[in-house]
């Protein structure tokens, strides 16, 4: 248990962390009762409608854990080519070997519930459009069009997703690194 | 349950369809024994070592379909650009409106289990290398060269698995239709 954050705070981050490695099926309360050292009781203090309630808080969680890593990447790079590049290549050594890979951000959650739960598809699309609103911005940055800017945020979200369930799928980050390297084709201006 | 086919053909066609839909854990023993119609011993008879064992032949009966459905799409198509877009506009209709989205092929399974279920994990990284076989070998016959055709064979499937993953969490084709957009300039030869 982490001393520094309040127990809610503690279950959403245990919660996030076994989401992204097993899938929401595959992680029962007990685990994140255990992993998190906060009692049963507080769980349901603050999570009253138990675990599709914490699952949605956690999606938001690693949306934002993952908008900063975006971000920080994105940060001084003014050049949307270069700046996917980095953005890849940084995650073709977290989920490459030596790396720590932890599992897809909610793609397989999104794969479990996009039909059984709509408040979670609903939180899973909304990470999905956040996520690809700094994509879009980054290629308006560079000046390509509306139009070209949101279709290549889609596509290279699609990509990064499809990318990290190889990676972790075929343990390795070559995937990944194959990625990088074409995108500077994808993303010549029309 | 369908009556031309065999019991154990009945429970891995059932299993696949699940497994697709719900994720692994998702899915209990239960939900395929009620919904294929046969008997629990014949399930037990048939996979000794229980869902495990099942999930692994339902990956393997997912793997073939998957690339009938390419084979049926690349075939009489010469051009891989060609090629490659009437494959991803096919699936966007299947998952977009007005389709039958069956949820992803494998790639819930496999971001569940990655990290849980050797087994499990080898026979996705297997359906994953023989669908990338199909495309590197349309690339070799559009003169791209090895390299080439290796690598852009892994960067389209990422790009499907990750369109597909869109196409289910926002309910719509579009992302798929916008990969499709791309593929010319991504297969642009160097």
Chains 1, 2 share one sequence.
């Not at 975006?70 to 290549?89: E, L, M, W």
Request: glycine letters at 8%; a negative charge; proline letters at 5%.
């Amino acid at each position: 248990m982490n001393e520094k954050l309040k127990p809610k705070d503690v279950l959403i981050e245990t919660a996030s962390r076994l989401f992204r490695l097993r899938g929401y099926c595959g992680v029962g309360l007990n685990d994140i009762i255990e992993e998190s050292g906060i009692p049963k009781g507080s769980l349901y203090y603050y999570f009253p409608e138990g675990k599709e309630q914490l699952a949605i808080e956690a999606i938001i969680h690693t949306k934002k854990l993952v908008m900063e890593e975006i971000r920080t990447v994105f940060d001084g790079i003014s050049d949307p080519i270069d700046a996917f590049q980095a953005h890849v290549y940084e995650l073709s050594k977290v989920f490459g070997e030596g790396g720590n890979p932890v599992g897809s951000p909610i793609g397989t959650i999104a794969g479990e519930k996009h039909s059984t739960s709509e408040p979670i598809r609903m939180a899973c699309e909304s990470a999905f459009r956040d996520w690809q609103s700094i994509y879009t911005e980054k290629f308006l940055e560079g000046n390509y069009t509306e139009q070209q800017s949101t279709n290549l945020a889609i596509v290279l979200h699609a990509l990064i997703e499809g990318g990290i369930l190889l990676a972790l799928t075929m343990k390795s980050g070559k995937p990944l690194e194959a990625i990088a390297e074409q995108i500077p084709l994808l993303l010549i201006k029309k």
